[in-house]
């Protein structure tokens, strides 16, 4: 049976954790599979240990819908410990918030894609443990597209930003566990860093196949489902297209209200979408863009998970978007993500040449041609830092 690391930690407690204060950067989802909070697992393993509480983006209920709406310092009432905002005035853990601790336990559910945040705060607690000489423990939870396939190119120099901090491609195809050392001996963080790891969770693996219960890591991320898609269907973040906010299907519908079913069907490229079915649609969002108004657009249905590429595809839907509407589809103008100046889709594309190359009407299989090399060269790097064969 696969134990995700929070679950190997409470069973067998580490001997060097014991007299240490911690921190645990957790959200809602921060569960073992009997819905039992990290929190909680940890207060009854080390009894007085827990010090304080972090939280990431949409905060510690994963409660704020969209980016840039930030979560406020708080207590826990279950508790009573501080949980320290990291989506809010800072998005990096300061000098204060590490004199509560010795050691700072990372527990989220990542969804597998570079511009999910949660790996970035991650990344960022490795600099302040290692500039306040603190350790990070990671612990490991799977990657819910598994861990065989990659996808996308890697970011451009001119595109870092919070939704991409390093040059890893858009579906990384590691888990937290994995990055973090990626991050920290790659990219030179050199954090005190240990990993509490799975056990038998392997490479082939998408969520479906753990057994774990799904709990969602934020709002718009309510089944695995949605996962799946993500990579590729989060770039309508990045346009006036709605990519399903404000309904139940977030990420798998998207659409507008001067889509035409049929007119965008016969402009796509079809085979850029194997794996999956674009089911036509019509729906009303709540609440984000086009909210109150009739939305014509199409569920991205997968079929065959493993034959389906989501970042492929939404490059595809966004290119039949280009050539279609130029006259209604626009790029959201900035900011995106505490950045001001960058064009918020050249952040989540990762590149800005990438978007002006869609707009030129380039297929995308020429496209991925063009960063298969640096692809293959970040396959060979993640190698190095596998946890699981």
């Known amino acids: 049976m696969l134990k995700t690391g929070i679950e190997q930690l409470v069973a067998a407690p580490p001997a060097w ?19 039992r909070h990290s929190r909680d697992l940890v207060a009854a393993v080390l009894p007085g240990h827990l010090t304080c509480l972090f939280s990431p983006q949409h905060g510690f209920f994963a409660d704020k819908q969209d980016n840039m709406i930030e979560s406020a310092h708080m207590h826990d009432r279950a508790t009573g410990l501080p949980i320290f905002s990291l989506y809010g005035e800072s998005r990096q853990p300061d000098e204060f918030m590490m004199d509560h601790l010795d050691v700072l336990l990372v527990d989220l559910q990542d969804v597998g894609t570079r511009v999910y945040t949660f790996i970035h705060t991650m990344a960022y607690c490795l600099k302040a443990a290692a500039a306040c000489g603190k350790k990070v423990v990671i612990l490991d939870r799977p990657n819910p597209l598994g861990g065989a396939l990659i996808e996308g190119n890697l970011v451009e120099e001119g595109c870092r930003s919070f939704v991409g901090l390093y040059p890893i491609p858009m579906r990384h195809g590691l888990t937290m566990g994995e990055l973090a050392q ?23 693996m998408t969520f479906d196949d753990t057994g774990l219960p799904w709990v969602f890591p934020s709002p718009n991320m309510p089944a695995p489902a949605t996962a799946l898609v993500y990579p590729g269907q989060v770039i309508w973040e990045g346009t006036n297209v709605s990519e399903g906010r ?22 796509v490229d079809r085979s850029d979408l194997a794996g999956a079915v674009l089911r036509p649609v019509a729906f009303e969002p709540t609440s984000n863009k086009h909210c109150g108004r009739l939305c014509n657009g199409f569920q991205l249905q997968v079929t065959e998970r493993r034959a389906f590429r989501p970042y492929r595809a939404s490059l595809s839907l966004l290119r039949t978007f280009l050539a279609l509407y130029p006259e209604h589809f626009a790029y959201k103008e900035p900011p995106y993500e505490y950045e001001y100046e960058k064009l918020p ?19 995308v299989g020429e496209l991925e041609k063009g960063w298969r090399e640096e692809l293959a060269g970040f396959d060979r790097l993640r190698r190095k830092f596998f946890l699981y064969s």
């Open 182 to 204: 990626l991050f920290n001996e790659h990219f030179g963080i050199n954090a005190d860093l240990e990993i509490i790891t799975m056990s038998s969770w392997h490479r082939a």
């Open 246 to 267: 404000g309904t139940c299907l977030p990420f798998e519908l998207f659409g507008a209200p001067w889509l035409d079913h049929q007119d965008f069907v016969n402009g």
């Open 17 to 35: 954790l014991k007299g240490k204060r911690l921190g645990l950067l957790c959200n809602q989802a921060s569960t073992d599979r009997e819905f």
């Open 345 to 363: 889709l050249d952040m989540i594309l990762g590149s800005r040449l990438l978007r002006e190359a869609l707009e030129a009407g380039e297929k």
